[in-house]
């Protein structure tokens, strides 16, 4: 079993940053791929990007890639999203989730075992 709660949501303007955390429960951590996901109103849950085991595979889609950044410390149990020169269309919940087999499709949200309660990212033009 593996708790996740988001943190680091929040209100920012167009052009702005914000750090989106994770921390899980569970000394097994290390042993799930992880990755976050985002839902904005009237619009079904999508990916946003993942990380492997040891932090060194990292996917992202094509809308984020090159403005947010994945990352883990597994010391911490902790997983973050780093997000760049935001837009309004970036609004949304965002979500972090868990998953057991690696193999498994990342960009799935049927492949993730457990997930968070989200957070809120709003972005003001």
């Known amino acids: 079993q593996v708790q996740l709660v988001e943190s680091g949501g929040g209100l920012v303007q167009a052009g702005g940053s914000l750090r989106l955390s994770c921390a899980a429960s569970?000394?097994?951590?290390?042993?799930?791929?992880m990755g976050w996901f985002r839902q904005a109103p009237g619009k079904e849950r999508e990916f946003v990007a993942a990380?492997?085991?040891?932090?060194?595979?990292?996917y992202y889609a094509d809308s984020v890639k090159g403005r947010f950044t994945i990352s883990r410390d597994n010391a911490k149990n902790t997983v973050y999203l780093q997000m760049n020169s935001l837009k309004p269309e970036d609004t949304a919940v965002y979500y972090c989730?868990?998953?057991?087999?690696?193999?498994?499709?990342?960009?799935?949200?049927?492949?993730?075992?457990?997930w968070g309660q989200g957070t809120q990212v709003t972005v003001s033009s």
């Open positions: 569970g000394r097994t951590f290390s042993s799930y791929a």
């Open positions: 990380v492997g085991w040891s932090g060194s595979s990292k």
């Open positions: 989730a868990a998953r057991g087999n690696y193999y498994s499709d990342y960009a799935r949200r049927t492949s993730y075992d457990y």
